[in-house]
C-alpha cells in the first residue's frame, strides 16, 4: 500500500543521508573556462576599425557561422600594424595567467590567428573545436541591449549518449557542474572568455536588434626545453 511504499522510501533515504556522511567525492579531469571583465581597450576604435574591415570585404568566409559575417583570419605581423594589437596584447597577458594557472612551466605562447565575427539579428554557430590550437577564445566588444545570445560549451558526446541511454531530464533531481551536459556563458561587453581549444562549443542565435560582435583567436604553446637528439655534424 501507500504507507508501505512511503515508510520505503524514508528508509531508504535515511540510509542515504548516513552515507553521505562518509563519502568522499573527487572531481577528476575538471575543464577550466577563465572569464575577464573589463578588459578595458578602446572599443571605439576597434570597433570602426570591423566596419571598415566588413566594408572592405562584404562576403567574408563561411566557417561555423550560421548568418552573419566572419572576416579571414589575421594573423601576428599583421595584427602588430592594425587596431587588433591592443586587444591581442590583452588576451596573450591573460592567456599567459590561464596557462601559468592550468600547470604549464617553460613555456612560450603564441597567436595563431584571429578573426572578427558579426552576427546581426538570427544568425548563429554551429557545434564545433578549434583544432590546432592548445587555447581558443573570445572577446565581445559590442552587443545589443537584449536577447544577444550565449556561449555554450559542450560535454562530451560519448558522456552525453550514457546519460541519455537510461533516463531523460526528469531523472536528475539538479543540474550542476558535475552533471551538466552543456554550460552556458551569458557574455558581457568588455568580456574576454579563454579555454581550451579542444573543448565543443557553439554560440546560440542572436535575437536582438543590433549586431553582436566578438574577436576570436587561436593560441599555441611551444616548450622551452629543446633537446638536440641529433649530432652537430
Same mark, same amino acid.
Given at each position: 500500500?501507500?504507507? /508501505?511504499?512511503?515508510?520505503?522510501?524514508?528508509?531508504?533515504?535515511?540510509?542515504?543521508?548516513? &552515507?553521505?556522511?562518509?563519502?568522499?567525492?573527487?572531481?577528476?579531469?575538471?575543464?577550466?573556462?577563465?572569464?575577464?571583465?573589463?578588459?578595458?581597450?578602446?572599443?571605439?576604435? &576597434?570597433?570602426?576599425?570591423?566596419?571598415?574591415?566588413?566594408?572592405? +570585404?562584404?562576403?567574408?568566409?563561411?566557417?561555423?557561422?550560421?548568418?552573419?559575417?566572419?572576416?579571414?583570419?589575421?594573423?601576428?605581423? #599583421?595584427?602588430?600594424? %592594425?587596431?587588433?594589437?591592443? /586587444?591581442?596584447?590583452? /588576451?596573450?597577458?591573460?592567456?599567459?595567467?590561464?596557462?601559468?594557472?592550468?600547470?604549464?612551466?617553460?613555456?612560450?605562447?603564441?597567436? *595563431? %590567428?584571429?578573426?572578427? %565575427? *558579426?552576427?546581426?539579428?538570427?544568425?548563429?554557430?554551429?557545434?564545433?573545436?578549434?583544432?590546432?590550437?592548445?587555447?581558443?577564445?573570445?572577446?565581445?566588444?559590442?552587443?545589443?541591449?537584449?536577447?544577444?545570445?550565449?556561449?555554450?560549451?559542450?560535454?562530451?558526446?560519448?558522456?552525453?549518449?550514457?546519460?541519455?541511454?537510461?533516463?531523460?531530464? +526528469?531523472? #536528475?533531481?539538479?543540474?550542476?557542474?558535475?552533471?551538466?551536459?552543456?554550460? +552556458?556563458?551569458?557574455?558581457?561587453?568588455?568580456? &574576454? #572568455?579563454?579555454?581550451?581549444?579542444? &573543448?565543443?562549443?557553439?554560440?546560440?542565435?542572436?535575437?536582438?536588434?543590433?549586431?553582436? *560582435?566578438?574577436?576570436?583567436? %587561436?593560441?599555441?604553446?611551444?616548450?622551452?626545453?629543446?633537446?638536440?637528439?641529433?649530432?652537430?655534424?
Amino acid at each position: 500500500c501507500l504507507c /508501505i511504499r512511503n515508510t520505503l522510501i524514508l528508509k531508504l533515504l535515511s540510509e542515504s543521508l548516513l &552515507l553521505l556522511k562518509g563519502m568522499k567525492t573527487e572531481l577528476i579531469f575538471p575543464t577550466p573556462v577563465w572569464k575577464f571583465d573589463n578588459v578595458g581597450i578602446d572599443r571605439e576604435s &576597434l570597433t570602426e576599425f570591423v566596419y571598415y574591415v566588413k566594408g572592405e +570585404d562584404p562576403v567574408g568566409r563561411q566557417q561555423t557561422n550560421h548568418g552573419g559575417w566572419q572576416s579571414h583570419d589575421f594573423i601576428d605581423r #599583421v595584427i602588430d600594424d %592594425n587596431p587588433l594589437k591592443e /586587444i591581442r596584447d590583452a /588576451i596573450m597577458e591573460r592567456a599567459y595567467a590561464a596557462a601559468d594557472q592550468f600547470g604549464f612551466n617553460d613555456f612560450t605562447l603564441k597567436m *595563431i %590567428n584571429m578573426w572578427i %565575427n *558579426i552576427n546581426g539579428k538570427g544568425a548563429y554557430n554551429h557545434v564545433h573545436t578549434h583544432p590546432g590550437g592548445v587555447l581558443s577564445g573570445v572577446y565581445y566588444l559590442k552587443l545589443p541591449d537584449c536577447c544577444h545570445g550565449h556561449l555554450s560549451f559542450i560535454r562530451d558526446f560519448g558522456y552525453t549518449q550514457m546519460k541519455e541511454f537510461w533516463g531523460d531530464g +526528469d531523472n #536528475v533531481h539538479r543540474w550542476d557542474h558535475m552533471n551538466e551536459t552543456e554550460h +552556458d556563458v551569458f557574455p558581457e561587453v568588455d568580456q &574576454l #572568455v579563454i579555454f581550451p581549444a579542444w &573543448l565543443a562549443h557553439s554560440v546560440s542565435t542572436n535575437a536582438g536588434d543590433g549586431d553582436r *560582435i566578438s574577436i576570436s583567436f %587561436n593560441i599555441t604553446a611551444f616548450s622551452k626545453h629543446y633537446h638536440e637528439i641529433y649530432p652537430s655534424r
